[in-house]
C-alpha cells in the first residue's frame, strides 16, 4: 500500500453569513497517495477552491472547520498552532499555485529577487547572494523560461501569464513540497499555454514526486494529468474513480452531464450544457443537492441525503440509483 500523503474525515466547513453559519462543505472524506494527482472537478460555486483553503488553512475568519479532520503525513494538522503550522507545513511541505500569478508575485520587486527570497529563505539565510543568484538562474531555465539570465532582473509586468505561471511553479518546488494544491493554474491562459504549463507540471511531478491536489472546472484538462478524479457538487464530493474508469463508466448523474459538456468527449450528441445552476450556500435543496437538475431524480432524492458509496472497485459515487 503506498503511503498516504493526505487524509481528510468527514470534513464540514461553514461561512458565517449575516449573523449565521451556512455550510459550504458536507461529509468530504478523501485521501491522496504519496505522488499522486488527484483531481478536484466541478462547476463554479461547488466548493473546490473552499476545500483547497481549508487544507492550506487559508480560510478567512468568517469560516469555520464545522466537523471532521484533516491529516497531513499522518499529523492531525487542524490542530497546530497557526506558528507552527506555518513554521513547519504551509510554504514548505505544502505549496500553492493559483489562477492568478500576478497576484501572487509583487508587482514592485523583480522577478528574481523574489525568487532569491524563496532560496534565501531555505538555505536558512546561510548562502551568499552569488550562490543564490546562480541557483536562481538555474531554476528559471529548468522550468522554461529562455535567457533566463537576463529575465532575472526583469519585473513580473515583463512576463506574460505563461511566463508568470511557470515562475510560479519554480517558487512552489523550490521547497521539494510533499503536496502542491494548484487552484485552476491554467484557466487564465490560452490553450496552447496551457498545454505547456500542464506538461511542465507532469514533468516536475515526476522529478520531485510530489502529490498534487488539482482543481478545476474542466475535466478536459485533468484528463491527460490526473490518476484519479473526484467530482464535486455543491459542497459534497459526489463521485472519485480512477481517471481512465471515469471517463469509461460515469456513474453519477452530474458526472455524465459535465462529460456531455466536453466537446472531445460527445462526438455523435450535440455539446450540452448542464440546465440550472450550482445553488446558492443558503438554498440547498433538501435531499440529493443536485436532485433539481437531475433528469433521472426520483421521490428519494428529494427526501434523502445519498452517501459515496464503492460501487466498483476504488469506484466510489453518491447516487440513489446505484440501489435502483
Ligand atoms: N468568503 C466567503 N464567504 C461566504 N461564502 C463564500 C466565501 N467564499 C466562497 N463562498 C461561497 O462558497 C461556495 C463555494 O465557493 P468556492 O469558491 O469554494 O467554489 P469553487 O468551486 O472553487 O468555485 P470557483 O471556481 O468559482 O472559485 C459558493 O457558494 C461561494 O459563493
Not at 460555486?45 to 497531513?72: M, N, Q, V, W, Y
Not at 498534487?212 to 485533468?222: A, K, P, Q
Not at 457538487?233 to 452530474?254: K, M, S, W
Request: hydrophobic share 35%; proline share 5%.
Amino acid at each position: 500500500m503506498p503511503d498516504k500523503i493526505l487524509k481528510i474525515n468527514n470534513l464540514a466547513v461553514e461561512y458565517r453569513n449575516k449573523g449565521k453559519y451556512l455550510r459550504v462543505l458536507q461529509d468530504i472524506n478523501l485521501e491522496l497517495d504519496s505522488g499522486e494527482i488527484l483531481a478536484l472537478v466541478g462547476e463554479s460555486g461547488s466548493g473546490k477552491s473552499t476545500l483547497g483553503k481549508t487544507i492550506l488553512r487559508l480560510l478567512p475568519d468568517s469560516a469555520r472547520i464545522a466537523e471532521g479532520s484533516i491529516f497531513f503525513k499522518g499529523k492531525d494538522i487542524c490542530n497546530l498552532s497557526e506558528k507552527d503550522f506555518n513554521d513547519q507545513i504551509r510554504g514548505q511541505e505544502m505549496a500553492m499555485v493559483i489562477q492568478n500569478p500576478q497576484n501572487a508575485l509583487n508587482p514592485v520587486f523583480k522577478v528574481g529577487t523574489q525568487i532569491l527570497d524563496v532560496l534565501y529563505f531555505k538555505s536558512k539565510k546561510q548562502k551568499s547572494r552569488k550562490e543564490l543568484k546562480k541557483e536562481a538562474v538555474e531554476i528559471l531555465k529548468k522550468v522554461g523560461i529562455s535567457d533566463p539570465e537576463y529575465r532575472f532582473g526583469e519585473y513580473p509586468h515583463q512576463f506574460s501569464g505563461g511566463m508568470k505561471q511557470r515562475v510560479m511553479l519554480a517558487m512552489a518546488f523550490i521547497s521539494n513540497p510533499s503536496l502542491l494544491i494548484a487552484d485552476e493554474p491554467t484557466t487564465a491562459l490560452d490553450l496552447t499555454v496551457e498545454a505547456q504549463i500542464l506538461n511542465l507540471l507532469s514533468n516536475l511531478v515526476d522529478e520531485y514526486k510530489t502529490s498534487i491536489l488539482y482543481i478545476s472546472h474542466d475535466l478536459g484538462v485533468v484528463a491527460g494529468l490526473s490518476d484519479r478524479i473526484a467530482v464535486m457538487y455543491a459542497g459534497r464530493i459526489v463521485e472519485v474513480a480512477q481517471t481512465r474508469e471515469l471517463f469509461d463508466h460515469p456513474n453519477h448523474p452530474y458526472t455524465e452531464a459535465l462529460l456531455k459538456c466536453l466537446p472531445d468527449y460527445q462526438k455523435t450528441e450535440e455539446l450540452q450544457t448542464i440546465p440550472g445552476q450550482v445553488p446558492d450556500l443558503d438554498n440547498y435543496p433538501p435531499g440529493c443537492n443536485f436532485h433539481p437538475r437531475c433528469s433521472y431524480s426520483f421521490g428519494r432524492c428529494r427526501q434523502e441525503d445519498p452517501r459515496l458509496e464503492e460501487i466498483a472497485s476504488e469506484h466510489f459515487s453518491a447516487c440513489f440509483l446505484n440501489d435502483r
